[in-house]
């Protein structure tokens, strides 16, 4: 293995060759040139699968309403390069002429090799979590991520794909404008629909279009109950629903999500957490009492051979049974930097230029969206202060509704023509295995769960190997992505890339 010292030119490296010793040089240069073509290989879109339109006519609106949001795509603050065109501001969540909520989208057409035929809803979570931050740092045509000096071109823009409508949703969030007032996920699909009227009133050449309905963490809660809405209501919305991606997502209750896999977890990255004996046994003890330990290979068999048990009594965790705080804990004190979001983190932490999720502990300023001339170039309200997650509650006395694992996921994996969960490895605030039990306990288009393993290896991504695992039955595939924490998107942008490809039909092969 190569051990580099950076100052040093010349490095040495000593290689044990059975009894042999020998000597290894790399000069700086070369250790350069091996990233430089390594970084190449990686940016390259693998083309052979991408669906190819003929040269994408620009898209031309031809309601005048729709020039009032244009955003001028060369002319974004502390951005030097052409973003291209696209269309930003708020409207209304219904057409009464009384309405005071509002919902702030920013909408970008096609890139060169995207289609015109299809339209990418992207949503964030929370709940109250901004999706500009979604466009900024995970699927847009720029990225502003953690650690980065200056924001770069997104080489796995999902605009390459198609367009993609980035919305802050529900009322309550982001640059979003009026009093929150829902109580469940079904009122929060109506306002969603009531604003994508809206939105297609003024952009109504849109219409039509094949959709795909995007999110991740807790928009694997939004998303499929908004799905379940668009199909249940056909004739609200003049789109062609098409398929769902959830990513990192909650889809049920927190003991299976967070609690069960947590001690496994740890056990798996042992190297990464680096906690001592003493603390790991225990871990164990309490893993055991709280019927934790060995759950997985009990009950997550490939077919499952009946409906899968809580733990305990309690969706959150028993008394005593609340291991995923412990870790978390504990984590802090050997690394005051651990992440949630991606467990390999250490100091220092990263700069953000939108103030989360890496950078809990810093007060960053000025937050990219609160620049006055940031809101003025894409028709932000000027008097809104913006934060990437919501201060106040955006559903003010909780969200009544069911996990959709239990309510409308089924329904929607069965109307749809693809649906993919998606999970980064590397996630610790919802669990890569905890999805699996999710999925083994739910049953669509008359099976419960994946009837055959999830093989090791199984997502081969082009261009680089294999990926994490890949499974798919009945409609509904999996990922387990690897080198991913959280936002999927961000940390796994190939492989993200290839798993829209497949969503959208433009690729057979998961
Ligand atoms: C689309 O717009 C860009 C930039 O305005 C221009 O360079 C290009 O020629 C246009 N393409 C078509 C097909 O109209
Ligand atoms: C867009 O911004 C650029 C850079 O500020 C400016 O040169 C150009 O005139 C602007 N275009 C329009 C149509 O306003
Ligand atoms: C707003 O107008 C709608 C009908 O257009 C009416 O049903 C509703 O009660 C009005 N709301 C308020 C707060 O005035
Ligand atoms: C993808 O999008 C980025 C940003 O718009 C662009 O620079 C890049 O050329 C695109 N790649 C392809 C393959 O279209
Ligand atoms: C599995 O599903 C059943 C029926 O919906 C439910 O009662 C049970 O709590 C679920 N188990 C888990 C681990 O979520
Ligand atoms: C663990 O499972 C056993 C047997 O099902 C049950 O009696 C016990 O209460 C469970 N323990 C906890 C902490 O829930
Ligand atoms: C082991 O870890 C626990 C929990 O972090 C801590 O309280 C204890 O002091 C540690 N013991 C040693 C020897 O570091
Ligand atoms: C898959 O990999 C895990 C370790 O990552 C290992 O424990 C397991 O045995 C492997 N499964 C198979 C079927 O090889």
């Not at 919305?167 to 994508?196: C, H, K, R, Y």
């Not at 810093?362 to 008097?383: C, G, L, M, T, W």
């Given at each position: ?11 040495s ?30 940016k ?5 699968a ?7 006519q620009?898209i ?41 909520r509002q ?26 979590c901004s ?29 390459n ?11 309550g ?49 939004y ?6 809405y ?13 398929g ?23 056990h ?9 004996q ?40 028993d008394?005593?049974?609340?291991v ?18 991606r ?15 890496g ?25 809104t ?5 919501s ?5 003010p ?6 996990p ?29 295995e ?23 290896d ?5 261009g ?21 924490g ?24 998961p």
């Amino acid at each position: 293995m190569l051990t580099m010292i950076y100052p040093i030119i010349l490095v040495s490296v000593l290689a044990a060759l059975g009894n042999t010793v020998g000597a290894r040089k790399i000069t700086r240069d070369d250790m350069r040139a091996h990233q430089l073509e390594a970084a190449q290989r990686f940016k390259r879109t693998p083309h052979n699968a991408v669906k190819r339109s003929n040269g994408v006519q620009n898209i031309t609106f031809s309601n005048p309403r729709a020039s009032d949001f244009y955003v001028n795509g060369s002319a974004l603050p502390l951005v030097d390069f052409d973003i291209g065109p696209s269309w930003a501001g708020l409207l209304p969540i219904s057409g009464n002429a009384n309405e005071t909520r509002q919902l702030y989208f920013w909408f970008f057409p096609p890139g060169p090799e995207g289609s015109l035929d299809d339209l990418i809803f992207w949503t964030n979570g929370g709940p109250g979590c901004s999706s500009l931050e979604g466009l900024l740092q995970e699927n847009g045509p720029l990225s502003w991520a953690w650690g980065q000096a200056k924001p770069t071109v997104n080489e796995h823009s999902w605009t390459n794909l198609s367009s993609v409508l980035w919305v802050e949703q529900p009322v309550g969030t982001g640059f979003s404008q009026g009093t929150p007032n829902i109580e469940n996920e079904d009122q929060l699909a109506e306002q969603l629909v009531g604003f994508m009227q809206q939105f297609l009133e003024v952009f109504s050449e849109l219409k039509g279009k094949k959709l795909y309905m995007t999110g991740e963490s807790y928009a694997g809660t939004y998303v499929p109950y908004i799905a379940n809405y668009i199909y249940e209501n056909p004739s609200l919305l003049d789109l062609s629903l098409q398929g769902i991606w959830v990513s990192d997502p909650s889809l049920s209750w927190d003991v299976v999500q967070e609690e069960i896999p947590a001690v496994d977890f740890v056990h798996k990255y042992a190297g990464l957490f680096s906690f001592n004996q003493t603390f790991m046994d225990k871990l164990d003890k309490k893993a055991a009492r709280c019927n934790y330990t060995g759950y997985m290979d009990k009950y997550v068999t490939y077919p499952p051979t009946g409906l899968l048990p809580l733990p305990g009594t309690s969706v959150e965790f028993d008394k005593g049974c609340d291991v995923w705080d412990d870790i978390f804990n504990h984590a802090l004190i050997i690394n005051p930097a651990f992440d949630i979001y991606r467990i390999w983190d250490t100091y220092p932490i990263l700069w953000d230029v939108l103030g989360f999720p890496g950078s809990f502990p810093q007060k960053q300023s000025p937050i990219y969206f609160n620049r006055k001339e940031v809101k003025e170039a894409i028709h932000a309200p000027i008097d809104t202060k913006w934060t990437e997650c919501s201060n106040i509650n955006v559903f003010p006395n909780g969200d009544q509704s069911l996990p959709p694992a239990f309510t409308v996921l089924p329904n929607v994996i069965e109307k749809s023509q693809r649906s993919v969960i998606v999970h980064g490895l590397a996630d610790f605030i919802l669990i890569a295995e905890g999805t699996r039990i999710v999925i083994q306990n739910m049953t669509w288009n008359g099976l419960q769960g994946f009837q055959t393993p999830i093989a090791n290896d199984s997502f081969i991504v082009d261009g680089v190997g294999a990926y994490g695992t890949m499974h798919s039955e009945r409609g509904l595939t999996f990922y387990e992505v690897a080198l991913s924490g959280h936002m999927v998107p961000q940390f796994a942008p190939v492989a993200a890339f290839q798993i829209m490809q497949y969503l959208m039909g433009f690729r057979d092969m998961p």
